[in-house]
């Protein structure tokens, strides 16, 4: 039986799950009677039932005697919804193959033991590398309880965001755009820094020219770092019709009666501690994981990317390079602020990938720490 077949396709179900079942992973599970697929299923959202238990409704009478392909070790212990152990045995199903370990520390390896030990045969780490890529989020939140934290940029050849004047519309084309937005949608939050919302006022939304399911894809909470509350009450995002929440994270030595004027525009107004003039960018990380964040992707401006880096907050990198030159060195930079004295104390990117939208050049990689 080819089991790397079969995980593949368990995988791609699994990314159907994308944006939608946070803080659950992604899952994706096949089940395969004499060499063919009698049943799929994958995780559609947090609260609702597990990939397993899908698959094995799909699957219905032709589970006993059949093997699970699960893309996450099977869970052993009552969530929101039952152990899908239990149902896995009671499916009469006799083998187990999943991609990898459930990370969770207070739940390792429970499935596979449970499993294992009521004589159900076991195979794991067919194709782990790719489950642990899907799941990366949900690996680094159970791990870290902090958000994966992710930058994401769009520059000319010669490094800048935005022109003198502060214009950056648009300096990459369409199909960087939409994936971005696809991104947004992945995600549980965006941030930006306060001038971004004063020169570009932006909606933070996610706009995605094609549905993904029965959706048009999720907006992510929007996160703006402002340490003295100096938001218009009439930027863009205070005037929003969206069912996510718009976060502004400000100093604790800000007006009282604009903050109430900000909250009753629908807005939450957190009280983070401050770095010298600017949010400490490393306790707010607990602070938004606190509030469920386990995901956050950050898009500027300079000085919060730069800010974002040196606070070695940074877990991924997304940098789009368009196929223009400013031809200055007054336009505004992808990073603000000072920088490594010597280029041995970069901070160096692994994992590199790749890609094109276009005529623009996508740069995906991930911070060494």
Known sequence: MDDEHFMQMALGLAEKGEGFTSPNPMVGAVIVKDGKVVGKGY?????????EINAID???ALTQDATIYVTLEPCNHTGRTPPC???????GIRRVVFAMND????????????LKNRGIDITTGVCENRAKRLNEIFI?????????SIIKCAA???GRIATRTGDSRWVTGKKSREFVHRLRHAVDAIMVGINTVEKDDPGLTTRLTNSIG??????????????HLRISEEAKLLRLDSNSDTIIITGNLVSEDKKARIEKKGAKVVESPVKGDFIDLDILMDRLAALGITSLLIEGGSRVIASALSAGIVEKIFFFFAPKILGGDDGVPICKGPGADLMKNCIPVKD?????FGDDIMIQGYIDK
Do not use: C, M, S, W
């Open 85 to 91: 152990t239990e149902k896995i045995l009671a499916a």
């Open 43 to 51: 995780h559609q959202a947090a609260g609702e039932a597990h990939a």
């Open 103 to 114: 990370p969770n520390p207070g739940v390792k390896r429970g499935g596979k033991d449970y």
């Open 140 to 148: 680094n939140y159970v791990k870290t309880k902090r958000p994966f």
């Open 58 to 60: 799909d699957a219905g």
């Open 352 to 356: 590199i990938n790749i890609r094109r």
């Open 156 to 158: 000319t050849l010669d």
């Open 214 to 227: 029965n959706f048009k894809g999720l907006d992510p909470v929007r996160i703006v770092l402002d340490t």
